[in-house]
C-alpha cells in the first residue's frame, strides 16, 4: 500500500497503474458471462482454459475463483479437468520457470480432482527427482555452480603462476649471506603487504597459462550451465510439489512413500540436499495422525541427521545428541504404535501408523538396525523395539469398508515391502539369536500382507525375488524365514505356466532348497512344493548347474543334491551334465598369471581362485556317481586321476576323494578290472615328486577301497594293506579316515600279520613323537579291531595295554594315544564298544582334569565320541556312575564327571531326551558347589547343551535360560517373560526341554503371581510344539506345581493352570495321570476354601475337555444328580455348580445338550441360604445365558420372572442380574456400557433391541418382565435398584412410552405387592406408585385413588399399610393442587388409617400424614389433629389414637407440637399423652418446657398423695427424661430448684419429686449445673415437710453417686459452704436433711469422704472442716450408720505426713465424732489410742492439745485403761521437750478426768507419786500442768491418799510458804482467779495451783 502512495498523498506511478484484485475478479466473472447458454462448447471449453492461469494468478488471491467461473458458464469443474486433463498439463507444467499462476493452479487441480492430477503431478515429480544426473553431482562442481559467471573456480593455475613469477623474480645467487629460502620468504613477504595495502599486480601469463585459463573458465561455465538447468528443474518440481502439499488434497498421503523414495537418495547430492531438505521435512505433517504431527518433524529431523546429508541441518534440531535422539524416536514411535497386551491376551492402548505416515519412519528405522552396534543391552532392547514396530506395521490390513479410494493408507500396499525385506534379511543374517527370531516374525508378517488375501496387497517380482535370493543365504535362519515367507505368498508366487522366466527361477530356487542341509528347511520346502503343485522342468538340468558352482557352500551342497535328483529323474542327461561339469572344472581351474610391466612388476594380481566352483563340481559327481552306467566309469576316474585329486586347492582334493570314493562303493565291484589298471600305472609311471604325494595318497586309499572287490587271496590284497598302513601316517584326517573305513573289508586276507600289525601299530599310537602318526595308529587299531572282531581287544591285550598307557603318569603322550585309541574305537565300533566304556569313564574322568592341555583336549574329544556312539542301554550303563561321581568329594573328579555330563549332550537325539531329565538338574546343583572350577564346569557342561539345541528359536534366548539356570532368584522371572514372548515356529527338541523345563518347575515354587501364571502358561504351550516322549520324563516334578497353582488365590493363574493341565491330559492321554481326576473330584468338595473349589472346577473342565466329549458324557448324570441333592453340605453343592460355570466354555456347541438338565440345579442355588452357593450359581446363570441365549430363553426365562417378585431381595438381585445378561443377549448390546447419567431417565435402548425382546419373548412376556424391573427400580435395596435401572435404562429406549404400554400388566403386579405380606414388597408397589406418578403426570389419580381407598378398606393389615406407604409415595411425587383436589378423599383415608389396630399401618399413616403436610401444609393438621385427640377420649380407640399421635410427632415434631402443647396443657392437664409423645418429640420439645414443666408440676401437685399419683410420676418422668439437649436441661434445672424455692408446700413436694426424678434416672450429663443443683438441693434440708427433705436427700444422693472423684473435688468448697449455710438456718441444733432415719449423711459422705482421701492438704483440710460440721449438725442416731465409713479415711489420712492445719481439722472432727457416738467408735479404738498418742508427739503444739482433748473423749469408751495412762505416764517421764511433756500432761489430765476412778490403784500410786514430784520442776508450765493433773487426780484418790496430798504437800507448803512470804513481803494470795501462786525473788517459781486444786479444798471441805 505504501508503494501506491507518494509522501505527499498522492498516487504514485505504480499506484495510477494498480487494479484492485475485487475489480480484476468481477472483470473475469463478466468475461465467463459472455459465453452465455447458447454459446459455442468448444469456445466455452477454450475459454476456460484460458482463464485457469488467469484466475490463478496471486494478485487476486482467490484460490476458488476458477472452479466458480466454470460453475458460472455451466461447466462440470470436475468433468471439466478429466475432458482436458492433458491440454491444462501442457499449459502448466512444459512452462519453464513455472510460474506462481501455474503453482496455484495445479494447487487447485489436485483439490477438484485428486484421483486423476495426483498420479500425473506426482509421476511428473518422481520422473525428474530421479534423474541420475542429480545424484552425481560432486562438492566440486557444486562450488563452480555457485561461483559467479566470470569468476575462475579453481584458482589452481593463476596460483602456479603466481609462484612461477616469484621465482622468476630477480633474485641472487644462493651465497652465505642471501640463501633461496630467505629470498623467497622475503618476496612473500612483500607480496603480503601489497594484500594488505590494496595493490594489485596483474600476474603476468604465458600463452600457454591463457590458453589453460580460457579452457577452465570454458568447463566450469558449461558445469554451471548444466547444474543451473538442473537446480531450475528440481526447483520447478519441488515448487510443483510445495504448491500440492500447501493444499493437503484427498490421497495425497498415498503418494509419500513413493516421495520419500525420490527423497533420499538425493540428500547425498550438494546440488539437491539444500532444496530437498524443507519439502521433505513438511511431508509428516501430511501423513502423521494429528496428535503424532510433532512426532513426525522430530522423526524427520533425526532421520535427517542420521542420513548426514550434504546441506547445513537446523542447528536447533542439532543440540541433543544423536544416539540420545535416536533412542527417544525409537522408544516414542513403539510407545505410540505399538499396542500393549492385557495378562488376557487383548491388544490395547496405541494403534500403528498408517502405511505411508510408516514408509517416512521406516529410513530411520532401517538405520537404526543396520548402523547400531548391538554391543549392549541397553542397545539390544532399541533394536528390538525397532524391530517390533516394523512387525505391527507389517501386519496392517486393508479395511473391507473402504470403498472410497483404491487404495486404503491403513493396508499394506502403501508399504515399502520390498526395502523393508531385505532389511529383515540382512538383520536374520547378521543379528544377535533374538534379533534374528524378532526379524523372522517380522518377514513372516510382512509376507502374509503381500499374500493376495483379505485385506492384503498382491506381492511383487522384487519382494519374490528378495525372498529367492535369501534361499542363497549362507545363514540357515535367513533360508528358514525365506522359506517360511514364501508359504505365506503361496497365492501369488509365479509358476512356469504362469510366468516362464520367473516360475522357472522359482522353480529351481524352490527345487535346490529341497536338498537343504538343514532338516527342517528340507520339510517346509517339500512342503511348500507339494502345496503348490510344482512339477519339475527337463531344462532344469542345465540350470542347476550354476547353483553347484555358486561361491557359497550350502547353496553348492544343496544344488549337487538338486542336480543328482534331477538327473535321476532325466537320465538321458547324464552324460551332457557330466561332461559340462568337467568342462567347468577346466575353465575354474585356470587362473590367469599376474599381468606384469617391462620391469617384471607386478601391474595386477592374478584373479582369486576359484576354488568353490571346483568343490561344487566334487560334491555334484559324488551325487551323481550312483546315475553313471558302466561305460562312464572308467572316464570319470580318468578325470580323477591325476587331476583332479592333484588340485591345487586341499579342499578340493578332499571333495574329489569323497567323489571318487562314493564312486567306487558304487561300481567298483563291476569295474574293478577296468580301474585297478588305471590305478596302478599311475603309481608306476608318476613321477617321484612332491606335488604327487596328494595324489598318490589318494589312488592308494581308492585302491584300498577297490581292494574289498578282490578275492581275499588275491596276492594284490597284502601289498595295498601295506600302503594303506603306510598311508596312515599322512597327516590328513581324511586320508586317516578313509584308510580306516577301508581296512576292516580287508582284515580276512591278512589275519595271520594282524597281531603284527597291532603291535606295530599300538606302539607308533603309545611312543611316536608325531601327533599325525599317533592319531592314524588310533584309525588303523580301530579299523582293524573292527575287521577282526571285537574279541580281538581282548585276544591282543589291547584293553590292558591301553588302561596301563592311559594311567602312566609319566607320559602324557601314552596318555593322549589311549584316549585317541579309545576316541576311535567308540567311533568305529559304535554299539559295540559299549561294556568297555564303563571300564573307561573312570580313567576318563580323570584325564578331564589332567595337567596336560593336549591330554585334555583328547578327553574332551574321546568323551564326545563315547557319548554320540551311545545307546539307550549304554546311556543307563553311564549315567549313574557319573551321577554318583558326582558326590565324591575330590574337586577333580566331580569336575571330569560334570565335563562328561556335559558330553552327553552329543549323544543321539533318542538318547538325549532320555537322559537329560537327570542331567540338567544335576548340572544346576553343581553350579553352587564350593569349588570354583566345578562351578565351571558346570556352566560349560550347559552351554554345551545349549550348543546341540537345533530350535532356533530356543538357540536365541539360550543366553537367557542359561542365566536363569545359574542365578534363579534374579533371572527366572525374565527368562519366563522371554519365553512366552517368543513366538515358535519351530519344534522343540530334548535339550531345549532340558533348559525349560527345571526353571519352569522352580517358578512354581515361586511367590510372585505373575512367575506362576507364566510358568503355567509355558507348560501349556509345550504341549503342542514337542514330542509327549521328550515331555514325560518332568510330568512327576511339573505337576505338583500345576496343581498348587490350581489353587492359586489369584484367578488369572488358576485360569491358565487350569488349561495347562488339560493340554497336558490332552498331550500325554488320562492314563498319565491316573491320580489327577480323584484329586480333582476331592478338592471340587473342599470344605475350607472356595478358591480350591473354584481351581478344581477349572481344572476338571478343562481335564474333561482334553478327554474329549465322551468323558463329559460319562461325568455329566454324576454332576447334576450331586448338584441337585437337598440334603449335601452347602460347600459341596458349591463345587458342583462351579462346573456350570467352566464346562460351557471348555465344551462349547458339545455342552447344549446338558444345559436344560442344569438350569433346575442353578435357579434352586439362587435362592440358597449361603451366599457363597448364590455367588457361584448367579455366575453359572450368566454364562448359560452369555453362551445359549436361545436355549435359556424357554428354560430360564419363567423361573427369572418368578425370581424377580421373591421375597428376599437376593433372589431379586440374582434374578434382575440375569434377566439383564438375557436382554442384553437378545437386544445385542454389550451391558457393559456405563449408565451412570445426570438422570435416571436417560435411555440407551434402541427400537431396535425393543423389537428384537419382543421378537424373542413376545408381547405379554415382555411386559412381565420390564415391569418386574420398572418395580425393581424402586426396591428397598440398593443394589437392586441400581441393577435394575442399569437393564432398563439399556434396554428401553423411551421409558414414558413404555410405561404406558405395560401399565395394565404393572398395575396388576402392583396391587398385588401392596397386598403382599412382605414389607420391602409393599415399600416397593407404594414407590413404584409414586415414580409412576412422577413419570405419567397426575393424570392418572382419579384412577389411582379410589383404587386405594378400597385398600383401605381391606381386613388385610398388610394391605392397608401397603396403601399408606402407597399413598405417601404419590404425594411426594404430586403437586399440592392436585392433592387439595383430591384431600376429600385423602385426610378420612389417613385419619383412619392413623387410628388403625395394627402399628405397622399407624407408623406407614403417620409416613402419609408427613407427605400431606409437606404438600398443603398447615391444613393437614387442622384436618387430622383434632381428630386424633378427640379419638383419645374413646377407650376403643384412644390406645391406636395415641400411638397414632406418637407416630405423627416422631415424623413432624417440628409442626406438630405448637399446635398440640398448648391443647394438652390447658386444665385438665393430659400429662399422659405428653409423656407419650415427648419420647419422639425430640428437640422440639425443649421450646415448651418452660410451659410443659409448670404445667406437669401442677398436675403432679393434685396427684400426690392419691393411688394417680405413680402414674402421673411415670408420666413426667417420660416428659423428662426425653429432654437430652443442654438448653433443655437448663430450662428443667433452674424452673424446678426456683419451684422448691415456692412458698406453697405442694408445688415444692411436686418440685423435689420431679428433679429427684431426673436426677436419678436422667443419662444426660448436667456437670454444669452441678453447684447450682447441689446447692439447692442442700438448702431443701432444713425444710420442714417430710417429702420434700426425702425427696430433696435422694436427688443429692443419685447426683453424688454419679460424680466421678475430679467433680467430687471440685464440689468441697461449696458443699462446705452450703453446709455452714444450711447450719446457720437450721431452727434446732440439727440440721432436719441430715437427720433422716436410716439415711443420714450418706448422701454427702462420698464426696467429703473422697475430699479427705484424695484432695489436696487445702481440699483435706476443708473437707474434714465440712465433716466436722456436718457431725455437729446431725443427730447421734442418723451418724451411726456413717460411723465407720466416716472414722477410717479420717485415721487413716491422720497416719501420713500432712500439714498442721490438716491434723488439727481432722482431730477435731474425730473429737466431736466422739463426742456424738463415741461407744459406736469401739471397733476402732487400738487405731485411734496409737493415731492419738502418735499425735502427742507431734511438733506443733495445736495439733498436740487437739490429740490430747480427742484422748479424753476417747478414754470415756475404754474398757482396759490402765496401759494408756502407764503409756502417759512413762511418756511423761522420758520427754525431753518440755513442749511435748506439757501436752502429754495436759493429756493425762484429760483422761484422768474421763476415767480416773477406772484407774488401778498402783497406777494411780504411780501417776500421784510422778506428778508430786513435778511440782517442783524448774519450767513453769511442766509445774502448772502437773499441778493441774494432780488436782484433776484428787477426784478419784482414796481418803487416805487425799488426806496425805494434802497433808504434806498442800497445806505445809501452805504454811511455810506463807512465812516465807511474810518475811520477805513478796506472797501473793489471789482466791478471786481460782488458783494461787507462790513466788520466791531470790529462786525460781516454784509451783502453780490450778483451779484443781480449789475443787480439792471444795471436796476436802464439803
Not at 196 to 209: F, P
Not at 454 to 473: F, H, N, R
Not at 1811 to 1822: K, S
Not at 1849 to 1866: A, E, I, V, Y
Request: glycine share 6%; with cysteine; proline share 5%.
Amino acid at each position: 500500500a505504501e508503494a501506491l502512495v507518494t509522501e505527499s498523498g498522492e498516487l504514485s506511478e505504480q499506484g495510477r497503474t494498480y487494479i484492485p484484485p475485487r475489480v480484476l475478479q468481477e472483470m473475469l466473472c463478466v468475461i465467463s458471462c459472455v459465453a452465455g447458454p447458447d454459446a459455442d462448447p468448444e469456445e466455452k471449453e477454450k475459454l476456460a482454459l484460458e482463464m485457469l492461469l488467469v484466475s490463478n494468478h496471486p494478485s487476486l488471491g482467490q484460490p476458488g475463483l476458477w472452479p466458480a467461473l466454470l460453475i458460472k458458464m455451466k461447466l462440470d469443474p470436475e468433468e471439466f479437468v478429466t475432458k482436458h486433463l492433458g491440454n491444462i498439463f501442457d499449459r502448466i507444467i512444459t512452462q519453464r520457470p513455472m510460474n506462481k499462476s501455474s503453482l496455484n493452479a495445479v494447487g487447485v487441480l489436485s483439490v477438484l480432482s485428486p484421483g486423476r492430477v495426483l498420479p500425473q503431478v506426482i509421476s511428473t515429480i518422481s520422473t525428474s527427482l530421479e534423474n541420475p544426473a542429480l545424484g552425481q553431482v560432486t562438492l566440486e562442481e557444486f562450488a563452480i555452480m555457485k561461483t559467479p559467471e566470470g569468476e575462475l573456480y579453481d584458482k589452481s593455475i593463476l596460483q602456479s603462476a603466481q609462484q612461477d613469477s616469484l621465482k622468476k623474480a630477480n633474485m641472487k645467487r644462493e651465497n652465505k649471506a642471501y640463501s633461496f629460502k630467505e629470498q623467497i620468504i622475503e618476496l612473500e613477504l612483500k607480496e603480503e603487504i601489497k594484500k594488505k595495502k590494496g595493490i594489485k599486480e596483474e600476474v603476468q601469463l604465458t600463452s600457454k597459462q591463457k590458453e589453460m585459463l580460457n579452457a577452465q573458465m570454458e568447463k566450469e561455465s558449461r558445469t554451471r550451465k548444466q547444474l543451473k538447468e538442473l537446480d531450475d528443474e528440481l526447483e520447478s518440481m519441488l515448487g510443483l510439489l510445495d504448491a500440492v502439499l500447501k493444499r493437503n488434497p484427498p490421497g495425497l498421503s498415498q503418494y509419500i512413500p513413493a516421495l520419500v523414495g525420490s527423497f533420499l537418495p538425493l540428500l547425498k547430492s550438494p546440488l539437491a540436499a539444500p532444496r530437498i531438505k524443507t519439502p521433505f521435512l513438511s511431508l509428516a505433517s501430511c501423513v502423521m495422525p494429528a496428535h503424532l504431527k510433532t512426532f513426525g518433524t522430530l522423526v524427520s529431523h533425526v532421520t535427517l541427521r542420521l542420513m548426514k546429508p550434504e546441506c547445513d541441518l537446523d542447528e536447533s534440531w542439532c543440540q541433543e545428541d544423536l544416539p540420545t535422539a535416536v533412542h527417544r524416536v525409537v522408544n516414542l514411535l513403539h510407545a505410540n504404535t505399538v499396542p500393549g497386551r492385557t495378562s488376557k491376551g487383548e491388544v490395547t492402548g496405541p494403534v500403528p501408523l498408517s502405511a505411508p505416515a510408516f514408509s517416512l519412519v521406516f529410513p530411520l528405522l532401517k538405520m537404526v538396525l543396520l548402523e547400531t552396534p548391538n554391543d549392549s543391552e541397553e542397545k539390544e532392547e532399541l533394536l528390538v523395539k525397532a524391530l517390533q514396530t516394523i512387525t505391527v506395521h507389517a501386519q496392517l490390513r486393508s479395511s473391507a469398508n473402504n470403498q472410497s479410494s483404491l487404495v486404503d493408507e491403513n493396508g499394506p500396499e502403501l508399504l515399502p515391502r520390498t526395502d523393508m525385506l531385505l532389511l529383515l534379511t540382512k538383520v536374520i543374517g547378521t543379528g544377535s539369536p533374538r534379533l534374528q527370531v524378532l526379524a523372522s516374525n517380522a518377514l513372516t508378517a510382512l509376507c502374509a500382507s503381500s499374500s493376495g488375501e483379505d485385506g492384503c496387497a498382491y506381492a511383487e517380482q522384487e519382494e519374490i525375488d528378495v525372498l529367492l535370493q535369501a534361499l542363497q543365504s549362507p545363514c540357515m535362519n535367513v533360508r528358514d524365514a525365506a522359506l517360511r515367507g514364501l508359504m505365506e505368498l503361496q497365492m501369488v508366487l509365479p509358476t512356469p505356466d504362469s510366468d516362464e522366466k520367473n516360475g522357472l527361477n522359482l522353480l529351481r530356487r524352490l527345487w535346490v532348497v529341497n536338498f537343504d542341509r538343514e532338516e527342517e528347511i528340507r520339510k517346509l520346502a517339500e512342503r511348500l512344493w507339494e502345496s503348490m503343485g510344482l512339477e519339475l522342468q527337463p531344462d532344469i538340468c542345465s540350470v542347476l548347474i550354476k547353483d553347484v558352482i555358486h561361491y557359497e557352500e550350502a547353496v553348492r551342497q544343496a544344488g549337487a543334491e538338486a542336480l543328482s535328483k534331477a538327473v535321476e529323474q532325466y537320465r538321458s542327461q547324464t552324460r551332457d551334465v557330466m561332461t559340462k561339469l568337467m568342462e567347468i572344472y577346466q575353465e575354474k581351474l585356470y587362473r590367469p598369471p599376474p599381468v606384469l610391466d617391462a620391469l617384471g612388476r607386478v601391474i595386477s594380481e592374478s584373479p582369486p581362485d576359484q576354488w568353490e566352483a571346483r568343490c561344487g563340481i566334487a560334491l555334484a559327481l559324488n551325487k551323481l556317481s550312483q546315475h553313471l552306467d558302466s561305460s562312464q566309469v572308467k572316464p570319470l576316474f580318468q578325470f580323477f586321476v591325476p587331476d583332479a585329486l592333484n588340485d591345487r586347492s586341499p579342499e578340493v582334493r578332499k571333495c574329489m576323494l569323497d567323489a571318487a570314493l562314493s564312486a567306487l562303493n558304487t561300481h567298483g565291484k563291476d569295474s574293478v578290472n577296468s580301474l585297478l589298471p588305471v590305478f596302478e600305472e599311475f603309481l608306476k609311471n608318476a613321477p617321484n615328486d612332491a606335488s604327487y604325494d596328494a595324489v598318490r595318497q589318494s589312488v592308494v586309499i581308492l585302491m584300498g577301497s577297490l581292494a574289498k572287490h578282490l578275492d581275499k587271496s588275491d596276492p594284490k590284497v597284502k601289498p595295498i594293506v601295506a600302503k594303506l598302513i603306510a598311508a596312515l601316517s599322512t597327516p590328513s584326517q581324511q586320508v586317516q579316515e578313509s584308510v580306516a573305513g577301508c581296512l576292516p573289508p580287508l582284515v580276512p586276507a591278512i589275519k595271520e600279520d594282524a597281531g603284527g600289525m597291532i603291535q606295530k601299530l599300538m606302539q607308533l599310537l603309545l611312543e611316536s613323537d608325531k601327533y599325525a602318526e599317533r592319531k592314524g595308529a588310533a584309525y588303523g587299531l580301530a579299523g582293524l579291531v573292527k575287521g577282526l572282531g571285537i574279541l580281538s581287544l581282548k585276544q591282543q591285550e589291547m584293553m590292558a595295554t591301553l588302561t596301563d598307557a592311559i594311567q602312566d603318569k609319566k607320559n602324557f603322550r601314552r596318555r593322549e594315544g589311549a584316549l585317541f585309541a579309545f576316541e576311535m574305537l567308540c567311533t568305529m565300533l559304535g554299539k559295540l564298544f559299549e561294556p568297555y566304556v564303563v571300564h573307561v569313564l573312570p580313567h576318563l574322568l580323570l584325564c578331564f582334569g589332567d595337567g596336560n592341555q593336549y591330554v585334555r583336549e583328547a578327553a574332551d574329544d574321546c568323551a564326545k565320541a563315547v557319548m554320540s556312539n551311545l545307546s539307550a542301554h549304554g546311556v543307563k550303563l553311564v549315567l549313574p556312575s557319573l551321577l554318583a561321581a558326582l558326590e565324591e568329594e575330590s574337586w577333580r573328579t566331580k569336575a571330569g564327571s560334570v565335563e562328561l555330563l556335559g558330553a552327553m549332550a552329543y549323544c543321539a537325539p533318542k538318547q538325549l531326551s532320555s537322559c537329560l531329565p537327570n542331567i540338567v538338574p544335576k548340572l544346576t546343583e553343581v553350579l553352587t558347589d564350593s569349588h570354583v572350577k566345578v562351578q565351571k564346569a558346570g556352566q560349560q557342561a550347559l552351554r554345551q547343551i545349549g550348543s546341540v539345541i537345533r530350535n532356533p528359536e530356543i538357540l536365541a534366548i539360550a543366553p537367557v535360560l542359561l542365566d536363569a539356570l545359574t542365578d534363579p532368584s534374579r533371572k527366572t522371572q525374565k527368562c519366563l517373560q522371554t519365553l512366552l514372548d517368543t513366538k515358535f515356529v519351530h519344534f522343540i527338541d530334548a535339550p531345549s526341554l532340558a533348559l525349560i523345563m527345571p526353571i519352569v518347575q522352580r517358578a512354581f515354587q515361586d511367590r510372585s503371581t505373575d512367575t506362576r501364571k507364566m510358568a503355567a502358561q509355558i507348560i501349556g504351550n509345550m504341549y503342542s510344539l514337542t514330542d509327549q516322549k521328550d515331555l514325560a520324563p518332568y510330568l512327576p516334578s511339573v505337576t505338583p506345581g500345576l496343581k498348587a497353582s490350581l489353587l492359586d488365590p489369584v484367578p488369572e493363574v488358576r485360569t491358565v493352570s487350569a488349561k495347562a493341565l488339560g493340554a497336558m491330559v490332552k498331550g500325554m492321554g488320562e492314563s498319565c495321570f491316573e491320580d489327577l481326576l480323584p484329586w480333582l473330584m476331592e478338592t471340587l468338595t473342599y470344605e475350607q476354601s472356595s478358591v480350591d473349589r473354584s481351581g478344581a472346577a477349572q481344572g476338571l473342565a478343562e481335564v474333561m475337555a482334553g478327554l474329549g466329549v465322551e468323558k463329559l458324557e460319562k461325568l455329566m448324570p454324576e454332576i447334576v444328580a450331586t448338584a441337585s441333592k437337598v440334603d449335601i453340605a452347602p460347600h459341596v453343592r458349591d463345587g458342583y455348580i462351579m462346573m456350570f460355570n467352566y464346562l460351557p466354555i471348555t465344551f462349547g456347541e458339545k455342552f447344549i445338550p446338558y444345559v436344560g438338565p442344569i438350569i433346575p440345579c442353578i435357579l434352586k442355588a439362587l435362592a440358597d441360604e449361603n451366599e457363597f452357593v448364590r455367588d457361584t450359581a448367579l455366575r453359572a446363570g450368566q454364562r448359560i445365558i452369555s453362551m445359549y441365549a436361545e436355549t435359556a430363553i424357554a428354560l430360564l426365562l419363567p423361573q427369572l420372572e418368578q425370581g424377580l417378585f421373591d421375597d428376599l431381595w437376593r433372589i431379586r438381585f440374582s434374578s434382575v442380574q440375569l434377566l439383564g445378561d438375557l436382554l442384553f443377549h437378545i437386544s445385542g448390546v454389550t451391558g457393559k456400557m456405563t449408565t451412570e447419567t445426570a438422570s435416571e431417565d436417560d435411555n440407551f435402548g434402541t427400537a431396535q433391541s425393543n423389537k428384537a425382546i419382543i421378537h424373542a419373548l413376545g408381547v405379554e412376556r415382555r411386559n412381565r418382565v420390564l415391569a418386574g424391573l420398572y418395580m425393581g427400580r424402586s426396591d428397598t435395596q440398593l443394589v437392586v435398584r441400581q441393577a435394575s435401572l442399569h437393564v432398563w435404562k439399556i434396554v428401553v429406549s423411551n421409558t414414558p412410552r413404555t410405561l404406558r404400554e405395560i401399565l395394565p400388566t404393572l398395575f396388576g403386579l402392583l396391587l398385588g405387592f401392596l397386598a403382599s405380606t412382605c414389607a420391602d414388597k409393599r415399600t416397593i408397589a407404594a414407590r413404584t406408585l409414586g415414580d409412576l406418578v412422577r413419570k405419567l403426570g397426575e393424570k392418572i389419580l382419579p384412577e389411582i385413588i379410589p383404587i386405594l381407598e378400597e385398600g383401605l378398606r381391606s381386613e388385610k393389615s398388610d394391605k392397608r399399610q401397603g396403601v399408606c406407604i402407597g399413598l405417601s409415595e404419590i404425594m411426594k411425587s404430586t403437586s399440592r393442587d392436585a392433592v387439595l383436589c383430591f384431600s376429600e378423599p385423602l385426610v378420612p383415608t389417613v385419619r383412619k388409617a392413623l387410628c388403625d389396630p395394627l402399628e405397622e399401618v399407624r407408623e406407614a399413616a403417620a409416613k402419609t400424614f408427613e407427605q400431606l403436610h409437606s404438600t398443603i401444609g398447615y391444613q393437614a393438621l387442622e384436618d387430622i389433629l383434632p381428630f386424633l385427640l378427640k379419638q383419645l377420649d374413646d377407650k376403643e380407640t384412644s390406645e391406636f389414637a395415641l400411638d397414632g399421635l406418637k407416630q405423627v410427632m416422631a415424623v413432624k415434631s417440628r409442626v406438630v407440637l405448637p399446635y398440640l402443647v398448648p391443647k394438652l396443657i390447658s386444665p385438665p392437664v393430659n400429662t399422659r399423652v405428653l409423656a407419650f409423645l415427648s419420647t419422639v418429640a425430640g428437640d422440639a420439645l425443649t421450646r415448651h418446657l418452660g410451659i410443659i414443666l409448670p404445667a406437669m408440676m401442677s398436675a403432679l401437685k393434685e396427684k400426690l398423695g392419691t393411688g394417680e399419683e405413680q402414674q402421673e410420676m411415670a408420666n413426667c418422668q417420660a416428659v423428662i427424661l426425653s429432654v437430652e439437649d443442654e438448653a433443655g436441661q437448663r430450662i428443667i434445672i433452674e424452673d424446678l430448684l426456683e419451684a422448691t424455692r415456692s412458698p406453697e408446700v405442694g408445688l415444692r413436694q411436686a418440685a423435689a419429686v420431679i428433679l429427684n426424678i431426673y436426677c436419678s434416672k436422667t443419662r444426660a450429663d448436667y456437670t454444669a449445673h452441678l453447684r447450682n443443683l447441689v446447692s439447692g438441693l442442700i438448702q431443701l434440708f432444713n425444710d420442714t415437710n417430710s417429702v420434700v427433705l426425702n425427696e430433696s436427700w435422694d436427688a443429692l444422693n443419685a447426683i453424688t453417686k454419679k460424680l466421678d472423684a475430679g467433680n467430687q473435688l471440685a464440689l468441697i468448697e461449696d458443699l462446705h459452704r452450703d453446709i455452714r449455710m444450711v447450719g446457720n438456718e437450721a431452727t434446732g441444733e440439727n440440721v432436719p436433711g441430715f437427720c433422716i432415719p436410716k439415711k443420714g449423711v450418706t448422701s454427702i459422705l462420698p464426696v467429703l469422704r473422697e475430699g479427705v482421701l484424695t484432695g489436696s492438704s487445702e481440699q483435706k483440710e476443708e473437707a474434714a472442716k465440712a465433716l466436722g460440721l456436718v457431725i455437729k449438725l446431725t443427730s447421734a442416731d442418723a451418724l451411726k450408720p456413717s460411723v465407720v465409713s466416716i472414722t477410717g479415711p479420717l485415721i487413716r489420712i491422720l497416719g501420713d505426713r500432712f500439714s498442721w492445719n490438716v491434723k488439727v481439722a481432722l482431730l477435731e472432727t474425730l473429737s466431736l465424732l466422739l463426742a456424738k457416738v463415741g461407744i459406736a467408735l469401739k471397733p476402732f479404738l487400738p487405731q485411734l489410742q496409737t493415731t492419738f498418742t502418735k499425735a502427742l508427739q507431734d511438733p506443733n503444739r495445736v495439733v498436740r492439745l487437739k490429740a490430747a482433748d480427742a484422748l479424753g473423749k476417747l478414754i470415756t469408751i475404754h474398757a482396759k485403761v490402765d496401759p494408756l495412762f502407764t503409756e502417759l505416764l512413762n511418756g511423761i517421764r522420758t520427754s525431753e521437750d518440755s513442749g511435748v511433756r506439757d501436752t502429754m500432761l495436759q493429756a493425762l489430765r484429760f483422761v484422768t478426768q474421763g476415767a480416773g476412778a477406772k484407774v488401778d490403784a498402783a497406777v494411780r500410786k504411780n501417776i500421784t507419786t510422778v506428778l508430786l514430784g513435778m511440782l517442783g520442776h524448774d519450767e513453769d508450765a511442766t509445774r502448772t500442768a502437773s499441778a493441774g493433773c494432780l488436782g484433776e487426780l484428787c477426784a478419784f484418790l482414796t481418803e487416805e491418799e487425799l488426806s496425805h496430798v494434802l497433808h504434806n504437800h498442800l497445806l505445809g507448803m501452805l504454811w511455810q510458804t506463807n512465812s516465807d512470804s511474810q518475811k520477805r513481803g513478796k506472797s501473793v494470795m489471789n482466791p478471786d482467779r481460782g488458783f494461787l501462786c507462790v513466788h520466791y525473788d531470790y529462786e525460781h517459781q516454784i509451783c502453780q495451783y490450778s483451779g484443781g486444786w480449789v475443787s480439792l479444798i471444795r471436796v476436802v471441805s464439803a
